[in-house]
């Protein structure tokens, strides 16, 4: 059940000559005007919409709770592979994974309590849900929609700024909980070393890297495209863990939609788009999805699909697992 942080101005006890409504997401009190109804004000401090229904926080949610079973038979194909997880490390350990953390460090804003305190509030409310630490977030320049995680030891999120420009308050948080959800499910290893991966073997430069060797031995081993194509599996997992932290579907839908349809997305029709994914799901099974994603791997695409992945997750919602963890105490 959700907390209240007091008895006589939360949620929906709210009394009626009472103009505060406390944010169902942060807990930040709000004075609102007195025509208030739900969804028509913004919480200061996280810029949520305000509403007096409940927002469930997570008190024991564990990843086998939520994993797709497609990330959880990819991952285990890939741990089936001799060798892999001192690999990794090694590979890890001689090239990219420090440099990255100091570049974002040199080149990106730190998001703090006071540096885009919403968006700092919005990975509170993700952590705070899913019931993870608090890891480091970054915003860099790049017009391309799009958000990672990186790190090994410490986890650290890095988001595009064309995201922060193009999505609503809600799919921002959907984004930040997805990356989250990474850091819950404990991709953030594999999901490192696949993208240095994809990084070297994209820029030519995996010669010029110290290790390079390693980098041979993990293409030979087939290592990088088990990795690969774990990762696009994960995903799935991912907005599984964005869907507990939004608690509403079609954030986690119109946000897929942005990403389909990019800077038109406003001028799409949204239950059109619905449609589309449903129907992608009927007409298309695995063995197409791992010919459409090898090909997507190499085109240098990182997040692809976004119109299977609202599919799966309306699925996952009719499957009726969504509604049985918001009961869960
Ligand atoms: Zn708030
Ligand atoms: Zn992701």
Redesign the pocket.
């Known amino acids: 059940m959700p907390k209240k942080k007091s008895d006589s101005d939360s949620g929906s006890n709210l009394p009626a000559k009472s103009h505060f409504v406390r944010c169902r997401y942060c807990g930040q009190k709000n004075a609102v005007k007195a025509d208030y109804v739900n969804n028509t004000a913004n919480c200061g401090r996280c810029k949520m919409p305000l509403s007096n229904e409940p927002h469930k926080k997570f008190a024991d949610l564990s990843k086998h709770d939520y994993i797709h079973p497609l990330d959880s038979k990819a991952l285990a194909a890939l741990r089936a592979i001799p060798g892999i997880d001192s690999a990794l490390k090694k590979l890890l350990s001689v090239t990219v994974e420090t440099a990255l953390r100091v570049m974002f460090n040199a080149s990106s804003v730190k998001v703090t309590s006071k540096q885009c305190p919403d968006i700092h509030a919005k990975l509170q409310i993700a952590c705070t849900t899913l019931g993870v630490e608090m890891p480091d977030m970054f915003i860099m320049q790049n017009p391309v929609v799009n958000?990672?995680?990186y790190g090994v030891d410490k986890p650290y999120i890095v988001l595009h700024s064309a995201l922060l420009e193009r999505l609503s308050e809600d799919e921002t948080l959907a984004v930040i909980a997805?990356?989250v959800?990474?850091i819950h499910s404990e991709h953030v290893l594999y999901?490192t070393a696949a993208r240095i991966i994809e990084l070297l073997a994209n820029a030519s430069v995996g010669a010029l890297v110290p290790g390079s060797e390693i980098i041979k031995f993990i293409v030979s081993a087939g290592i990088g495209s088990a990795l690969l194509a774990w990762a696009r599996r994960?995903?799935l997992s991912?907005d599984r863990a964005a869907l507990l932290v939004t608690q509403d579907p079609h954030a986690i839908g119109r946000t897929m939609m942005k990403l389909a349809g990019g800077t038109f997305a406003s001028k799409i029709d949204y239950d059109l788009f619905l449609e589309q994914g449903r129907e992608f799901q009927k007409n298309y099974d695995e063995k197409f999805l791992d010919k459409f994603w090898a090909n997507l791997i190499n085109a240098g695409q990182t997040?692809p699909l976004p119109v299977w992945r609202v599919a799966e997750i309306l699925t996952w919602v009719e499957s009726g697992q969504y509604a049985d963890l918001m009961k869960k105490d």
Do not use: Q, S, V
């Open positions: 958000a990672f995680t997805h990356e959800g990474h999901l994960a995903e991912c997040h």
